[in-house]
């Protein structure tokens, strides 16, 4: 189990044993001052909720590990459902515990949801909204943010294979390795420039296309997603890119055959995903893609790719969310809310390193001009041997963030 899957278990615990002790405690003063103020209700009535309360704590608990206190509504529905069910069993296993029989029950059990459990059910609803899902997102996302602040950066040196990778929509032209190397070498130094710590993926020499890390993993703040190949030849890659995101503590879910997703299809916008499907991706793939990120509230939104590798060898998008790209790779720019037209091909190809910095090849002259005419720092790299084989600067690394 990941570190952070480990923290938000233990979020989860701790927030349910929160929520538990408040609707006990809650229910017990309250008949406490509608008895006078008998120190013998204390008594009476905690034990009258204990098998609601455990109950409650543990239905609490796995609502909590699925998720359900990251957003309110999700809370409150996990605080209705959890406190309903929980009083329903812990009440009826106290009246068999005591003789009654279970047809007698039945009606009188459901009273109690307005009757002497009302109270318990109110301030277990009333916790889990508030409370629980403060401390949850204390615990939970205090390792997260710190992760996130160091900016990490995945990235995998050119194999000793390099020239032997796919291209499909270009005419394969001799590929100088050593200079490849080379490039690779300034490329990640710009990244180091920029305030991003790289995480080294082990070289695969076997693996022609290893070096375009960015196919195997789409990251989502510390969630990492492992792709699941179009191309066969490129499944092998997999393994040693999830060790290293395992060994940075993040937490790791993967798109499963017969789904495929290329992370060169994924391009994100604050909360809007956009998935190209295309030669590399499928609509399997893009639906494991939308399950597993609906509960973080994302938007997956497909677009069709039909006139380039990847997605984001068509567009990618600025640090304020406008989206670039060469007008004839795109089959749709209508799908995106802004769309900026770049004057060469490899000026739609953006990596974001700061809010007011990116990245560009420098085959893009034309197409930086115009960025840093929109106030932008823009910084050139050279990776023509990369574009050979359809390469483009987001290729080459992944960016936890």
């Excluded at 996302?141 to 294979?161: D, I, M, N, T």
């Excluded at 994302?298 to 989206?323: C, Q």
Aim: net charge negative; glycine share 8%; proline share 4%.
């Amino acid at each position: 189990m990941s570190s952070f899957r480990l923290r938000s278990v233990t979020a989860s615990v701790v927030a349910a044993a929160v929520v538990a002790v408040i609707a006990l405690v809650t229910a017990d003063l309250a008949y406490f001052i509608a008895n006078a103020q008998n120190a013998q209700v204390f008594t009476v009535y905690s034990e009258y909720f204990l098998n609601s309360t455990l109950l409650l704590f543990l239905f609490s608990a796995i609502f909590g590990i699925v998720g359900a206190y990251r957003r309110w509504y999700t809370a409150l529905i996990a605080g209705v459902v959890s406190a309903v069910i929980a009083t329903l069993v812990g009440t009826g296993l106290g009246a068999l515990s005591v003789g009654v029989a279970l047809g007698d029950m039945i009606a009188p059990l459901f009273g109690t949801l307005v009757g002497n459990n009302l109270i318990f059910i109110l301030a277990a609803v009333v916790a889990s909204v508030t409370v629980a899902r403060r401390i949850h997102g204390r615990i939970a996302l205090s390792e997260e943010q710190e992760v996130l602040r160091k900016k990490y950066v995945l990235v995998r040196r050119p194999g000793a294979s390099l020239a032997e990778g796919i291209v499909t929509h270009v005419e394969r032209t001799e590929v100088d390795v050593e200079l490849a190397k080379e490039q690779w070498e300034t490329y990640v130094a710009a990244l180091t420039g920029a305030g991003w710590v790289p995480v080294e993926v082990p070289v695969a020499d076997d693996l022609a296309d290893s070096v375009f890390v960015e196919d195997a993993v789409v990251m989502f703040g510390t969630l990492a997603v492992l792709g699941s190949p179009g191309a066969e030849s490129r499944e092998d890659e997999l393994p040693e890119v999830e060790e290293s995101l395992t060994a940075l503590g993040l937490e790791v879910t993967r798109i499963e055959k017969p789904g495929t997703l290329d992370g060169g299809d994924v391009l994100k916008i604050d909360s809007t995903i956009y998935v190209g499907r295309g030669g590399r991706t499928n609509s399997d793939g893009i639906r494991q893609l939308r399950k597993i990120l609906a509960p973080r509230g994302y938007s997956v939104v497909a677009v069709p790719t039909s006139k380039a590798l990847h997605l984001k060898s068509t567009v990618t998008a600025l640090p304020d969310g406008t989206v670039i790209g060469y007008r004839p790779l795109v089959d749709d720019p209508f799908i995106f809310d802004r769309f900026l037209e770049m004057p060469e091909p490899s000026g739609a190809h953006v990596v974001v390193l700061a809010d007011d910095t990116v990245l560009v090849a420098a085959s893009a002259p034309e197409s930086a001009r115009l960025i840093e005419g929109l106030g932008y720092r823009v910084i050139s790299v050279d990776i023509s041997e990369f574009e050979k084989l359809e390469g483009c600067v987001t290729c080459l690394s992944v960016r936890v963030r």
